[in-house]
């Protein structure tokens, strides 16, 4: 895999040992088993896979490359350009500003991007809209174009799935910016609606095999579906890619949940011509990731703590999982550690930042359970770590 050229800050001598040393093991990627460290007096426990994948790498070397190369120019991105607020705010730091938040917010307004400006635009994809303003403004959108590979074979598919009259069925996080950014580059050339669990994928089932009606669809998906739709013709054929940061085990089950919807609609001989299988479109990193922390579940330790920004979807997944079995503890970087008394997390079900006493185990030799999301560099990996081994040898 291409090797990038991202600042000495976000890189960790310890953690890239960690990582070379399984990866020399295990070179094919079958053991998804973590790898414990030992120190004086705590155990920590290593996810196989996390911190940076290769469309996070790829942004990064695209946007420091280009303060590199304009030092004399003003510098934008469309949004944050990855979810992790280290990372973006070193890039303001560095002079970078954003056209809009997380949101769509507008931040900057359009009449102050001129031609010669440099707008990057971020991993997660633009929309077909924003492409078009930026291009009518005669703006560059191709130079520092920092949208992920994996994104944008979604998008191919989706395209595919369109020219074949599929539509498709998107798994995703309606206000994210990467669904927002697929659902706008597939709705150009197929039907399309998002849904964002398993949930609301039995809404649409239900419909196809008339046991509601227009109006219960409309009520969830009429701001989820593209410029259009017909009911009556639109949920004939049909196939699902995924945002790339979704659970892969919940894309897989909405897939199956519609193959056995055609199944019972039109029968084995005609599952083919009413049902796409698009599995491919899911990340390699989300995978790679996901599968790790199932393995973290299988082993018993004392807490788990969860590190990356918290509008991070991908982060906030491994979160969840870890949950299930372990006291967890989504945090930002080793500040949110405030003392062996109190952690401030982010708590994923409230959407609000709490601070949790007595959080520490009363282990002489404790097992701590330590993962991140894609967007998280290593850096802050080594804070932790670091962090945590000071606690406890002070304890």
């Not at 330790?301 to 990356?308: C, M, R, T």
């Not at 989504?330 to 959080?359: K, M, P, V």
Request: hydrophobic letters at 35%.
């Amino acid at each position: 895999m291409k090797k990038f050229d991202i600042p000495f800050k976000f890189k960790s001598d310890f953690i890239r040992s960690i990582k070379e040393k399984r990866k020399a093991q295990d070179p094919r990627k079958k053991d998804f088993s973590p790898s414990a460290v030992k120190f004086k007096s705590i155990e920590i426990l290593f996810a196989r896979h996390f911190g940076f994948c290769y469309g996070v790498e790829n942004a990064i070397e695209i946007s420091y490359k280009a303060l590199r190369e304009n030092p004399n120019r003003n510098i934008f991105l469309l949004s944050q350009m990855i979810h992790n607020p280290h990372v973006n705010k070193d890039l303001e730091d560095n002079g970078i500003r954003f056209i809009q938040d997380t949101y769509s917010n507008q931040l900057i307004s359009w009449d102050q991007i001129k031609q010669e400006d440099i707008v990057i635009i971020p991993a997660f994809g633009t929309t077909r809209a924003i492409q078009n303003k930026l291009e009518h403004l005669g703006v560059d959108i191709k130079t520092y174009n920092t949208t992920c590979p994996f994104v944008e074979k979604v998008w191919k598919t989706s395209k595919k799935l369109g020219e074949k009259d599929f539509t498709v069925i998107i798994h995703g996080k309606p206000k994210h910016e990467e669904t927002r950014a697929t659902f706008s580059h597939s709705s150009a050339y197929a039907k399309s609606v998002v849904i964002k669990d398993i949930q609301e994928a039995k809404i649409i089932g239900d419909f196809i095999l008339g046991k509601i009606d227009e109006t219960s669809f409309y009520d969830v998906f009429k701001n989820r579906i593209s410029d259009g739709f017909d009911l009556k013709t639109d949920l004939f054929r049909v196939g699902v890619v995924n945002q790339t940061t979704m659970l892969a085990s919940e894309t897989t089950q909405i897939s199956t949940y519609f193959k056995d919807i055609m199944l019972k609609k039109y029968g084995e001989d005609h599952i083919k011509a009413h049902f796409a299988d698009t599995r491919d479109t899911l990340c390699y990193a989300t995978n790679d990731n996901q599968k790790s922390t199932f393995e973290l579940l299988k082993q018993e330790a004392d807490l788990a703590i969860v590190v990356g920004g918290f509008n991070s979807s991908n982060t906030t997944h491994l979160a969840e999982l870890c949950a299930q079995k372990f006291n967890t503890y989504f945090i930002s970087s080793a500040d949110d550690i405030l003392d062996e008394n109190t952690i401030r997390h982010f708590d994923i079900h409230s959407g609000q930042i709490l601070e949790h006493s007595s959080y520490w185990p009363k282990s002489k030799q404790p097992r701590v359970i330590l993962t991140s999301g894609a967007s998280c560099p290593d850096s802050i990996m080594q804070e932790i770590t670091e962090k945590l081994v000071a606690l406890h040898d002070s304890l």
